[in-house]
């Protein structure tokens, strides 16, 4: 694992391809600190999906769970001994916990969706919404939207992938627009978007699409010519710092057995960010 000497006696980690940038170390650490978790160290390590398998299995006692990044969350869920109901759902998992029978994987990407909906709308329903982007980022915010009763679901995207989105919505309408669609009518006609691609794959087109309450995934770089075009247009925006602090938490709780100490966490991404110049 690391050569690191250290005197943690639990250990968690976020693994990944490149990880040196992540910020899941700053959310954990500072809650290990908050709960008086002493002995509780959270760390990066490089991990490609196909490293994954003999990494995980070759981690001592002490690491009690793995945040996983892409590549590889599909190899993760693989990789369990047993799977979350909503992580077999999703197809994916970014998280892994020891237990006293193996490996159980699950996805929380799906609760920082759900929060960050919660932030965006509060308890307004949601009876339709655009989803940008078809692709595993994507699957986490559908599974959300599916959880909170979307009736309608437009889905911007290159290809038709209604066979893997429709399992996750609930019987919600479907539909798939490409790029050369009516993209303002499209985004005025519809409560939330929510896009899940980089930030330079709407740029082209965002002032057409800022036209609806948004939650984009990214938060560097912060922010996005989307962000921007639907807060001109005077709609409420919620970024990937919230979804990342959001689903820490249950990662948390699972790993250590304590309740997250969510306000102590959130407070700490956003120091450090504010300390970033970002």
């Known amino acids: 694992m690391s050569s690191v000497t250290s005197s943690a006696t639990n250990r968690a980690a976020v693994l990944g391809s490149p990880v040196k940038h992540s910020l899941s170390p700053v959310l954990h650490n500072a809650g290990y600190e908050a709960a008086g978790l002493g002995g509780w160290e959270y ?5 490609t999906a196909e490293q994954l398998p003999q990494l995980v299995a070759g981690a001592d006692e002490s690491y009690r769970g793995f945040s996983v990044t892409m590549p590889a969350k599909f190899a993760a869920l693989q990789f369990a001994d047993e799977v979350t109901e909503r992580a077999s759902a999703i197809g994916a998992a970014n998280t892994l916990v020891r237990t006293p029978r193996g490996w159980r994987a699950d996805n929380t990407d799906c609760l920082g969706i759900a929060h ?3 932030e965006l709308l509060g308890e307004r329903p949601v009876g339709s919404a655009l989803v940008i982007g078809a692709g595993g980022t994507a699957r986490p915010a559908l599974w959300a939207l599916g959880e909170r009763g979307v009736e309608k679901l437009s889905v911007l995207n290159r290809s038709d992938r209604s066979a893997e989105v429709l399992p996750l919505v609930r019987g919600a309408e479907v539909n798939f627009f490409g790029f050369d669609a009516d993209l303002a009518r499209l ?13 330079h794959a709407v740029e082209g087109v965002a002032d057409e699409l800022g036209h609806a309450p948004l939650v ?11 962000a921007t075009a639907a807060a001109a247009n005077g709609h409420r925006v919620v970024g990937g710092l919230v979804m990342l602090a959001a689903q820490s938490y249950s990662q948390f709780e699972q790993f250590t057995g304590v309740g997250a100490p969510r306000e102590q966490m959130s407070a700490a991404l956003r120091r450090h960010v504010l300390a970033r110049g970002e």
């Open 116 to 118: 960050a909906l919660d």
């Open 187 to 199: 985004a005025m006609g519809v409560d939330v978007i929510i896009s899940t691609v980089p930030a």
């Open 216 to 226: 984009d995934v990214i938060y560097e770089p912060w922010p996005t010519p989307l």
């Open 43 to 47: 760390t990066r390590i490089e991990c």
